[in-house]
């Protein structure tokens, strides 16, 4: 029946009960899955089934188009998730930013310790790749030589190490992508497309495919459904809302938090702050609830700031900003350290990518407890150098970082500062480091 309930998903602070009766169905066309026996798809599951993106790419999608699921080990995002994508070998994964990101160190740590001639011949390949995947973007659809070459020489190498040899359709959501990533993989001929969309809308509701993709963005909407920015600013930025019959039945037993999210013209409300380009591609710039208010009243947005701390100090493995009602902005940074891979705790000793960003400043550290003890000068110098090139491309002094820690160990689900697939939990950081906070602003 289109109007009973066929899934109930339990959400922070709601128990929601989510109605799917389609969407599944759109998802398989925009997505471009295709159904059995035309082509056998294959997925793999290893996000949490109380994720609404995991119930539908690893359960509704699959029942719809006949593809095969294949279960990673539970302990799929403590490293082992590589393991099983190169058994199963899957043609369409989603990957959180988070799992694309530890691709990213990890591509560039094995690169980094190979031959010159080698790293040349990959960077070659990643120029080739990049001209020619933008250029896809655009409607271009040639295959010069040079691009094929690059295919044979790296490209597909880089692929079977991963176990995405077979995979055509390569999906990141939960969280936004960070421009640096995202430009990584599509010079390697793995366009990442992003989708958006949220529980209350059965999962996605607009999606990127090798047809409609931009870099950042997450898309066009769904076929059947319809955006709307709600209170736009003049740059163009307002609310995302949301409609469609993939919008959920409501909050169980919450008629006043349903009626909140629901306008009496049937707009989800997101939450979601976000613009539109003039051809209809969709970019989020962040959360309502995100957004820092400065004492002086200016609105920050913190996704794109962090993402550029990111950018600017490759050492940095989560930067996280405050100063809501303060008088400027602090940064809270951890530093990129290997994991246990049994119980996926941060451990003290740096990543190799960390530990090559210690010896081009000079320093010979090789982990977080020797940076922190001896407040490295050389390190701290180097934080401080990539903090001021973010300040140069802030819109106002409003938006620039005046302070920021270094913490001692980096965020994690066991320590409680991620969530079950790596999105970063806010308020509970802040809960927890609130001494360094206030340190700030003493």
Not at 123 to 150: C, L, Q
Not at 383 to 410: E, F, R
Not at 411 to 422: D, M, N
């Amino acid at each position: 029946m289109e109007t009973s309930t066929i899934s109930m998903v339990v959400m922070a602070g709601f128990t929601g009960a989510d109605i799917i009766t389609w969407t599944a169905g759109s998802v398989a066309r925009d997505f471009n899955l295709a159904y059995a026996p035309e082509k056998q798809e294959v997925v793999v599951s290893y996000l949490p089934l109380s994720h609404i993106a995991a119930q539908m790419m690893d359960v509704w999608i699959p029942m719809k188009v006949g593809a095969f699921v294949y279960f990673a080990q539970p302990d799929a995002l403590k490293g082992t998730l590589v393991d099983t994508l190169q058994e199963v070998k899957p043609t369409a994964f989603l990957g959180v930013p988070r799992i694309w990101e530890k691709m990213h160190e990890k591509i560039k740590e094995t690169v980094g310790k190979s031959s010159s001639l080698r790293r040349k011949v990959f960077s070659w390949a990643r120029n080739i790749g990049f001209e020619v995947n933008s250029k896809r973007m655009r409607g271009g659809h040639d295959t010069p030589m040079s691009y094929r070459m690059a295919k044979a020489l790296v490209f597909t190498k880089i692929k079977n190490s991963l176990g995405l040899d077979r995979c055509r359709i390569f999906i990141s959501g939960a969280a936004p992508l960070d421009q640096e990533t995202a430009e990584f993989f599509l010079s390697l001929d793995m366009p990442i497309g992003e989708a958006y969309g949220m529980s209350e809308s059965s999962g996605p509701h607009s999606t990127s495919s090798p047809e409609n993709y931009r870099i950042l963005s997450s898309g066009k909407v769904m076929t059947g459904c319809k955006n709307m920015l709600y209170q736009q600013t003049k740059d163009g930025v307002g609310e995302i809302c949301l409609w469609g019959r993939h919008v959920f039945m409501g909050y169980l037993e919450r008629e006043d938090a349903t009626a909140e999210a629901i306008d009496e013209e049937g707009w989800l409300h997101s939450g979601d702050l976000g613009h539109m380009d003039n051809q209809g591609f969709l970019f989020i710039t962040g959360r309502i609830k995100e957004i820092i208010i400065t004492a002086g009243g200016e609105n920050v947005a913190p996704i794109p700031i962090e993402n550029l701390v990111k950018e600017k100090i490759p050492i940095i493995s989560n930067a996280m900003l405050v100063g809501d009602k303060a008088k400027f902005l602090g940064v809270l940074l951890t530093l990129k350290c290997e994991v246990d891979k049994t119980t996926g705790e941060p451990l003290d000793r740096l990543t190799w990518e960390a530990i090559r960003f210690c010896r081009d400043a000079g320093s010979q550290a090789s982990t977080v407890s020797e940076i922190l003890e001896l407040r490295d000068p050389l390190i701290y110098t180097a934080i401080q150098k990539g903090i001021n090139a973010v300040n140069q491309c802030a819109i106002s002094d409003a938006q620039k970082i005046q302070k920021w820690v270094i913490l001692k160990k980096d965020f994690s689900i066991s320590g409680g500062e991620l969530g079950p697939t790596t999105k970063i939990k806010r308020h509970f950081i802040i809960q927890k480091y609130k001494r360094q906070i206030d340190n700030f602003y003493q």
